[in-house]
């Protein structure tokens, strides 16, 4: 028979039917008379199982059964500050509790965005008394081609590490985080992209066709929630580098692109705040609904890519979030940047976003993970969008991505016409554990590129096209 299972400062009986009355041994023959049975007890009906209820420790929050409720339907325990993962999914090693709220860790992504509670959430976890620990890296080496009188060749690494630091606080949790980046390692130009714009590369001259390198520190962030409720909370959110409450999460967390190698050209229009030097955010979670509020620097990065920058938190975002189901985020945000584009000063930006994550296993062994966004830049009273799809599929040691957007850009020419134009890409990357934290992948993507016809002779195609090949180092 199992026993009971004790944890420190409570007891729980262990799960399992109760064991079976042991049967009656047939009357002996005797000469007197047998004494008339007694009729047996009428139970009382069983009283219906109470909800799981979340119980505070001295370590942080456990989940567990409350009292009186069904014990059996208790199919994990916690371990301080350390959840396991839902039954279903398998999220590997146990898992933290989430930072902003009581709610999974797997719902956070970059800065205080949310993505499906269905996600992965990649890292080493320790642990070291109150504090939980985690550590996570990507480093691709890329060989980038790019056809046509704009294309160029290049070779550069990009990623990103990320440690971070959290424990409890009060009935919440504090957090620390750093993220720092080898982008500027292949120099203020960055990487030849064709179709991309935005920022500058030696303060004076505007980056087209190439994408930016982002800065080396890419969020040096603290955050601290309070619980009000069984699934609601406060919190504030602070970082200089840190990520406003505007758009979806930023490309490189998203699920269903992170494996690309490649920026989105719709970057400038979702998520090019992720590096902003300057932020506070300060929200409300009820559940699966979240609203926040952000003041923050609305001037991009300048051209000096390893220092920490500072300004005034002019600019204001809002943003709210819903996660109707597991499977599903969605948001929706509006922003007033305050002069935003070093190019450009003294022109002020209105932005609106909104977007739809997707991640779910599809077969045993078969993941999906997928996005739907849009972007609007108002500048000057000229309304300029962007949308974009895209998709992952991972099955074992494969992933196949690709992604497919549309932009307005007026930052192709000097005319400051705007251009619709479009992309395609599909790429595969296969890893090979190497270390029992370590993984090194190889891979591969190809895009083609969509200009109207007033932009095919400098482009010297309507669908000029690029490559990439690389190899990637990730710790997990």
Do not use: C
């Not at 080496?141 to 704009?150: A, C, D, E, F």
């Not at 989105?264 to 090019?272: A, E, G, K, V």
């Not at 891979?443 to 000029?464: C, K």
Request: no cysteine; aromatic share 8%.
């Amino acid at each position: 028979m199992a026993q009971p299972m004790n944890m420190p400062g409570m007891s729980m009986p262990a799960p399992g039917k109760a064991a079976p009355a042991k049967p009656k041994k047939p009357a002996k023959k005797a000469a007197r008379k047998a004494t008339p049975a007694t009729p047996p007890a009428k139970m009382a009906p069983a009283a219906p199982a109470k909800p799981t209820e979340s119980v505070t420790t001295d370590h942080g929050q456990m989940a567990m059964p409350a009292e009186g409720a069904d014990q059996s339907q208790a199919n994990h325990s916690t371990m301080p500050g350390m959840q396991m993962g839902q039954p279903g999914h398998d999220h590997g090693a146990m898992e933290m509790s989430a930072a902003l709220g009581p709610y999974p860790m797997q719902r956070e992504a970059s800065g205080t965005a949310w993505q499906p509670d269905n996600s992965e959430h990649e890292g080493l976890i320790r642990t070291s008394g109150d504090w939980t620990l985690m550590a996570h890296g990507v480093l691709n080496l890329v060989y980038g081609h790019q056809s046509g009188p704009r294309g160029d060749d290049k070779a550069f690494a990009a990623g990103m590490l990320m440690g971070m630091a959290r424990r409890p606080l009060g009935n919440g949790t504090l957090q620390f985080k750093a993220m720092v980046s080898p982008d500027p390692i292949m120099g203020p130009s960055g990487y030849p992209l064709l179709l991309a714009s935005g920022e500058t590369a030696n303060g004076v001259d505007r980056l087209t066709d190439r994408q930016h390198p982002h800065d080396f520190f890419m969020e040096l962030s603290a955050a601290a929630s309070q619980n009000i409720g069984r699934k609601s909370s406060v919190f504030v959110y602070a970082g200089l580098p840190g990520e406003p409450a505007f758009g979806p999460p930023a490309f490189q967390h998203r699920e269903a692109i992170a494996d690309s190698p490649e920026a989105p050209i719709t970057h400038h229009w979702l998520d090019s705040t992720h590096i902003s030097f300057g932020v506070v955010t300060g929200g409300i979670v009820l559940d699966r609904l979240k609203l926040e509020v952000s003041r923050f620097n609305g001037r991009e990065p300048d051209q000096h890519r390893w220092d920490i920058e500072t300004a005034p938190l002019d600019s204001t975002s809002l943003r709210l979030s819903w996660n109707p189901t597991a499977s599903l985020a969605l948001q929706g945000s509006w922003g007033h940047f305050v002069d935003p584009e070093h190019l450009e000063p003294g022109i002020d930006q209105k932005r609106l976003s909104a977007s739809v994550l997707y991640a779910r296993e599809i077969a045993p062994g078969w993941k999906f993970a997928g996005t739907l966004a849009w972007g609007r830049k108002t500048v000057e009273h000229h309304n300029d969008d962007a949308f974009a799809a895209e998709a992952s599929i991972k099955h074992d040691n494969w992933t196949v991505f690709g992604r497919g957007e549309i932009t307005d850009n007026r930052e192709l020419t000097d005319d400051h016409v705007a251009y619709r134009v479009g992309k395609v890409s599909l790429g595969a990357v296969r890893d090979f554990r190497i270390a029992e934290h370590f993984s090194l992948g190889a891979g591969g993507l190809v895009a083609v590129n969509f200009v109207p016809d007033a932009l095919r002779l400098p482009y010297g195609s309507s669908s000029p096209t690029g490559m990439m090949g690389f190899v990637r180092l990730k710790l997990y």
